[in-house]
């Protein structure tokens, strides 16, 4: 089993900056996909940044040139860099890790984007 807890979101300023953190525990494959979801109110859960097991990554591109995905070596802790942080980017912004062909996904982190 995994679990997936994320940290590191909260209140920031339009411009400001932020780092979310994913740690995975239980039995993580060296071979797995990981990514960063979003899901503001009302709206549905979107990608927001992806990095294959190769360690290729794709963003969205309302996201792209602002926000970067990383992991650390033992791919157990995902990250996610909010630069230049703007007011739509305020949601819930959630881990998912792809191992094995089943999916996990942790309970999120506020991410609320406001002067």
């Known amino acids: 089993q995994v679990q997936l807890v994320e940290s590191g979101g909260g209140l920031v300023q339009p411009g400001g900056s932020l780092r979310l953190s994913c740690a995975a525990s239980?039995?993580?494959?060296?071979?797995?996909?990981m990514g960063w979801f979003r899901q503001a109110p009302g709206k549905q859960r979107e990608l927001v940044a992806a990095?294959?097991?190769?360690?290729?990554?794709n963003y969205a591109a309302s996201v792209k040139g602002r926000f970067t995905i990383s992991r650390d070596s033992a791919r157990r802790t995902l990250y996610l860099q909010l630069n230049s942080l703007r007011p739509e980017d305020t949601a819930v912004y959630y881990c998912?890790?792809?191992?094995?062909?089943?999916?996990?996904w942790g309970q999120g982190t506020q991410v609320t984007v406001s002067s």
């Open positions: 990095i294959r097991s190769a360690g290729s990554t």
């Open positions: 998912k890790l792809i191992q094995e062909r089943r999916t996990f």
């Open positions: 239980g039995t993580i494959f060296s071979l797995n996909d």
